[in-house]
Structure formats: C-alpha cells, structure tokens
C-alpha cells in the first residue's frame, strides 16, 4: 500500500516527464469538465447527461481522494476553498438523479467547479515559464472568467425557468456582462427586490474586476522569485538586485535577442 501511495504521490508532485504528463492530463480534463458544465448548464437534463454527470462526478471523487491520500496536511487539504468547491460539485453530479424535479441548486453547485481553476494555477505556476512571466495578468483574467461565469448561472437560475434552454442561458449571460460593465441596455432587466440586489453586487464586484485586470495588463510585469534575504517575492523580470534590500537575485532569464 506504501508502494502504491508513493508512486501516486509522484504523479501528482514529481518532476519526471511521466509525472509532467500525468498533471497536463489532469488540467486537460478539469478544463474539459468546466467547459462542459458551462455549456450543459442551458440544457435539459437527460438520461444520456445524467450518466454523462456521474462519470464525471466519480472521476472527480478519485481525485479528491488521491490528493487527500497524498497530502502531508489533510485538514489543510479538506479547508481549501477549490476541494470544498469541488465536495460540492461531486455531491450534485452523484445527487442529480434524485432531484429531478428540480436541478436549479445543482446547477449553481455546478457552476463551483470553476473554482478549480485557482487549482490549475498552481499547476502551471510550477510548470510554466511564460505563465510565472504573465501570472498577474492571468490571474486577473481567470477572476473575472470565474465570476461572469457562476454569475451568469445564478442569473439562469434566478430569472429563467427550466425550459429556457440555451437561449435564455445566452441572456443570462447577456445580462450579466451588460450589468457588470454597467453598460445598462434595459432590454433585459430584473424586477424583484432579490434580482435587483443581484444586478448591485455584479456591478460592483464586476468593475473592482475589470479594474484589477486592465492593472494586471498595462503594469509592467513581475516575476515571482524570492529573495534569499528579505523574503520578497516580486521582482521585475530582468531585476539583478532587490528593490527591498539590495541583495543579489539570480533569476534565471532567455535574455534579449535584439541587438
């Protein structure tokens, strides 16, 4: 059993090229599997999606499983907000054939598992160095990606019956980006005090969103390495001394091709 835990352990936190492939099949799948609630979100469900959504729901169980086996810390481990997120999301798929008759909840439960995107981050932190030269931009981008998206779920949920199918999950998503960017149209408005209180908190959370990206994109970029004496961990790409105690970085670099 030993043998067993230490090669799963290696899969998920070594640096062999089979380790390497193993983790970019794990962020090929969690990214199929939020692009896949995304769009089934605006159908009805079926026989076919209700297997579909268990399949998923079991794969996603034995990587919860494998990771809380793996880890030095699970209390740690069960805290995280992307392995709650993700309790919830298996607990909707493997539930979904009991509440037929109402999925609305599942549906917003569903939407959590682009909480899991924090989780790919991590992975390509480790993995990629364009990724660590761009992380502020991206993380930005996966912020404001993550909320339009559990947003325009709860909006589906909140303002559109089960039979609106793709069309109104499009105006739902419609509504969402024009009430964040606080463009206003009217076309599609909400009417109840909870709706509206709903539009209130996309507009403000949206904008400081929108913000914090267009900051991420037009700052000059930084790159994470920390300083072996004061512990600062953001420094500029090209930086040879800290700007916090003058202490020599070496950051690894391609350098520059011009002349």
């Given at each position: 059993?030993d043998?067993?835990?230490?090669?799963?352990?290696?899969?998920?936190?070594?640096?062999?090229?089979?380790?390497?492939?193993?983790?970019?099949?794990?962020?090929?799948?969690?990214?199929?599997?939020?692009?896949?609630?995304?769009?089934?979100?605006?159908?009805?469900?079926?026989?076919?999606?209700?297997?579909?959504?268990?399949?998923?729901?079991?794969?996603?169980?034995?990587?919860?499983?494998?990771?809380?086996?793996?880890?030095?810390?699970?209390?740690?481990?069960?805290?995280?907000?992307?392995?709650?997120?993700?309790?919830?999301?298996?607990?909707?798929?493997?539930?979904?054939?009991i509440?037929?008759?109402?999925?609305?909840?599942?549906?917003i439960?569903?939407?959590?598992?682009?909480?899991?995107?924090?989780?790919?981050?991590?992975?390509?932190?480790?993995?990629?160095?364009?990724?660590?030269?761009?992380?502020d931009?991206?993380?930005?981008?996966?912020?404001?990606?993550?909320?339009?998206f559990?947003?325009?779920?709860?909006?589906?949920?909140?303002?559109?019956?089960?039979?609106?199918?793709?069309?109104?999950?499009?105006?739902?998503?419609?509504?969402?980006?024009?009430?964040?960017?606080?463009?206003?149209?009217?076309?599609?408005?909400?009417?109840?005090?909870?709706?509206?209180?709903?539009?209130?908190?996309?507009?403000?959370?949206?904008?400081?969103?929108?913000?914090?990206?267009?900051?991420?994109?037009?700052?000059?970029?930084?790159?994470?390495?920390?300083?072996?004496?004061?512990?600062?961990?953001?420094?500029?790409?090209?930086?040879?001394?800290?700007?916090?105690?003058?202490?020599?970085?070496?950051?690894?670099?391609?350098?520059?091709?011009?002349?």
């Amino acid at each position: 059993m030993d043998s067993v835990q230490r090669t799963i352990r290696l899969l998920y936190n070594g640096h062999s090229q089979s380790a390497q492939r193993f983790r970019y099949a794990l962020v090929t799948f969690d990214a199929a599997t939020i692009l896949y609630f995304i769009i089934s979100a605006a159908f009805e469900q079926t026989t076919l999606i209700w297997a579909l959504d268990t399949v998923l729901g079991v794969l996603i169980l034995c990587d919860l499983v494998a990771r809380f086996w793996i880890s030095e810390n699970r209390r740690q481990e069960c805290l995280k907000l992307y392995t709650i997120a993700d309790l919830l999301v298996v607990a909707s798929l493997l539930l979904a054939p009991i509440f037929t008759d109402d999925l609305a909840f599942l549906r917003i439960l569903r939407g959590l598992r682009l909480i899991h995107s924090y989780h790919l981050i991590r992975d390509l932190r480790r993995d990629s160095r364009f990724f660590r030269l761009h992380e502020d931009a991206i993380l930005a981008a996966v912020n404001l990606f993550v909320f339009v998206f559990v947003m325009t779920s709860l909006v589906f949920v909140v303002a559109f019956d089960d039979t609106a199918g793709p069309a109104g999950y499009i105006d739902a998503l419609y509504f969402t980006v024009a009430t964040l960017t606080t463009t206003g149209f009217g076309d599609i408005t909400m009417t109840t005090p909870g709706g509206r209180l709903l539009a209130v908190f996309i507009m403000v959370v949206g904008v400081a969103l929108f913000v914090q990206l267009a900051r991420a994109i037009f700052q000059p970029s930084k790159i994470r390495h920390k300083c072996p004496e004061c512990g600062l961990n953001r420094h500029d790409p090209d930086a040879i001394h800290c700007k916090h105690c003058g202490e020599t970085l070496k950051i690894e670099t391609e350098g520059s091709n011009g002349a």
